[in-house]
């Protein structure tokens, strides 16, 4: 690891006296972390997060603790936290849920504040504290989160998106656009200043669930239709850069927590670089980060499409890619599953090869395995290196099918 990005720091047991300096100032004492979540930018900065037991009195609390540092040192947004002096490195402290780029998180995370938002937006005109129930389904420190906010009955639930103050309001365009557009996408029901974006529970079972029934939830020619059926005014937003075009920044992660696959990361690189180049960015209407978590279905038919903040122009090969490359890569599956999910791959991947070029579509696959493999490390999973080097198998799999297409000797499974 760069030694500059902070990487070697915070994420080895040197980071356990900032801990300790970011709790004592409240009478705290930790009496056990773990690393929790990594996001590296190898040579420039290095955010991570720690579950760590922190005793008061005779109690003690599991808090979520913060720490960024950058090879330039502090931003601006860092220095609304805690800033800490170690070694060469000033260090910005926080702890859940005040994170210093999401202001509007501690009110998004309090049922008593989130209550008196529902009420005043006409949501849940009866609603107290008491009654809500908020859980933090996703959160991407410095970057996002996810919360989920039901009554305890079950009676309503709505999600609230936590965005920074430069994202938010391109966000709420496109849940405009695509609501205008007929798109079934979340309704938003309510935004704040601190830049909180409720929006309805979206109908339906998560395709990511689906597809492990006995039989195929929906069917390739479903899933190309919802993306074509986006809007023309999407391929009119700014446009976001393809998974693929960040193939090499992806690669460099990977090889930063696991330089063992330097050579096999580099040639992947090359080779997908090299099929994709002379391919244009493309002016179709696309998600931008396009899989079976982001899909709703019920009884046979396509519900929902959540997640839609990367709405843009591009090419319909980036979503179909993007799908068949999370399915590629689910873990921990048992063996049933696993083969489902190959059978569903086989039912709907020649749909896709219909619609978009098939040696494309697997080189942008093989650049999103890649970029996803950065995915064990940064949650810090049990066996994240196997898990890492099974996915960077995966992408040469991909790789390799796209080559034999070339060549006119490809069949399917």
Known sequence: MTSADGAALLTTDAASRLLHAAVSPTGGLVKSWRLDHVDADPGRSTTATYRVDVQRGDKTYRQTIGCTIRATGPNSADRRARLLTSGPYQVATWVYPDDPDLPGLRRAATPSAMAALLRDAGVAPLATGADLQVELIGYRPRRRAVLRVRTRDHSRTVYVKVLRANQFEAVLHRHRILSAGGVPSPRVLATTDDRLLVIAETPGVPLARAVFGAAPPVSGEQIVDLLDSMPAAVAELERRPPWASSVRHYAGVVEAALPDLSR????????IDQGLAPLPLGDEPTHGDFYEAQVFVDRGRISGLIDVDTIGPGRRADDLA??????????????????????????????????????????????????????????????WQRETAKMVTRAEDLVAQAETISLGRYAYA
């Open 264 to 271: 096999r990361l580099a040639r992947l690189s090359h080779r």
């Open 322 to 383: 993007c799908l068949v490359a999370h399915l590629n890569c689910i873990q921990r599956m048992n063996a049933a599953q696993a083969r489902q999910i190959t059978r569903l791959l086989a039912a709907w991947t020649p749909v896709f090869d219909r619609r978009v070029d098939p040696v494309e579509l697997r080189l942008r696959a093989a650049a999103v395995v890649i970029s996803l493999a950065t995915g064990p490390y940064r949650g810090q999973e049990a066996h």
